[in-house]
């Protein structure tokens, strides 16, 4: 697993994990990297400083903070701020982006609706399973980035469940 620190054209960061650097290609190719905040394909990689564990703490895993938006370089001045205010960022969706997320939301409600919810031991059950200690099922639940990548290196195949831009509303 790799993660990116991504930029849109409209200069919203955000990061995503990708299983190698040539699935980030492949996916971004196929117009598939879109920006969570505006809907954007236009994405680029940003530069990317080593992770040295600035998260904040929660009983033992990092949590993961989603970074402000960044003012352009060419933001308006404080008297154009001011009328801009009021208006909202849209974007419109072709007919197979919005059959596409109706599908993703479709995968994530069935997962959900049919799994157990093993939260913060999302690490430790599926390492269970893995290794036969338990009878293999359907979970889901939480696992930091570092959780992520070390059960990765074990092997042990897991997917994060889709998120769409508009429900991080």
């Not at 960044?70 to 008297?79: K, L």
Request: charge should be neutral; hydrophobic fraction near 30%; include cysteine.
């Amino acid at each position: 697993m790799i993660r990116y620190s991504l930029v849109c054209e409209r200069k919203h960061e955000f990061e995503v994990w990708f299983k190698n650097s040539a699935d980030y290609d492949k996916q971004s190719k196929r117009g598939l990297v879109s920006c969570p905040a505006c809907g954007s394909e236009k994405v680029e990689k940003a530069l990317m400083a080593p992770s040295l564990g600035r998260g904040t703490k929660k009983k033992g895993r990092s949590e993961i903070a989603v970074p402000a938006e960044v003012p352009a370089a060419d933001a308006p001045a404080p008297a154009e701020s001011k009328a801009q205010e009021n208006k909202a960022q849209v974007a419109m969706m072709s007919p197979q982006e919005r059959e596409f997320r109706a599908k993703l939301r479709e995968l994530r409600d069935h997962l959900t609706k049919n799994a157990e919810n093993v939260g913060g031991k999302f690490p430790e059950e599926a390492r269970k399973m893995h290794y036969g200690e338990t009878e293999h099922r359907s979970i889901y639940g939480e696992a930091s980035p570092k959780d992520a990548k070390e059960l990765a290196d074990e092997g042990i195949e897991f997917h994060p469940l889709p998120m769409l831009p508009d429900e991080h509303n």
